[in-house]
């Protein structure tokens, strides 16, 4: 008797927060996703990605997201994923919230990437959904360390790093839209995740699919 999601497991991953539910989207929440994107993920008259992946018309952002998440499934494997999760609040699509690594099985580390829709941003979803990523990290895999990077202008990521213990770990110079941007590197080992974990956070369905991350 064949089980749900028995040939890809990762779509049986649930992670929960207080407000929030995370998981790798099927077409139609992916389509959703997607929607969200095309609606606004910030003010035309900035870019806070070092890859400006939402400059284009909305239906062109749209389709860009929704085949960028079929190709993390696509190009998925156990040396070198990335874990696209859609972020739900009461049932409602409101960003998307990335865990990425290159052999994790011998580095034991993972990065994380993010995005709020407009109309969901300043209600503290950003903590909470990378604290839930950080979560499945530590406590389910078995994870060292993370990192991640922001823009030196973009408060907001900053301040999620820095609530969540987060150290900055260097910068580094990347080129945007045809100039050069400093980007801020940050660091956040085992221990210090401990010390400022503050979001419950729950797992369901990682041991179907614990192998698939290399861990």
Not at 78 to 107: I, N, P
Not at 116 to 139: I, S, V, Y
Not at 181 to 210: F, H, I, K, N, T
């Amino acid at each position: 008797m064949t089980t749900p999601y028995e040939h890809w497991p990762l779509h049986g991953l649930r992670i929960r927060t207080p407000r929030l539910e995370l998981r790798l989207p099927d077409t139609a929440l992916t389509d959703r996703l997607a929607a969200v994107a095309a609606a606004g993920v910030h003010a035309p008259d900035r870019m806070p990605f070092s890859v400006p992946w939402t400059d284009g018309e909305p239906g062109a952002v749209a389709r860009a997201v929704f085949q960028h998440v079929l190709s993390t499934i696509a190009n998925w494997s156990t040396a070198d994923w990335a874990l696209s999760l859609a972020v739900l609040h009461d049932g409602e699509v409101v960003g998307r919230q990335d865990l990425t690594a290159r052999d994790f099985g011998v580095t034991r580390q993972v990065a994380t990437g993010s995005w709020l829709g407009l109309a969901h941003q300043r209600q503290g979803f950003g903590t909470e959904m990378r604290a839930a990523a950080l979560h499945l990290a530590f406590a389910g895999l078995g994870a060292e360390s993370a990192v991640s990077a922001a823009m030196t202008d973009n408060p907001a990521s900053l301040g999620v790093s820095r609530r969540l213990g987060y150290l900055p770990d260097g910068t580094a110079v990347a080129a945007v839209r045809g100039a050069p941007v400093l980007l801020q590197r940050l660091r956040l080992d085992r221990a210090r995740w401990e010390e400022y974990r503050r979001v419950e956070v729950s797992v369901e369905g990682l041991d179907a699919c614990r192998g698939d991350f290399g861990a």
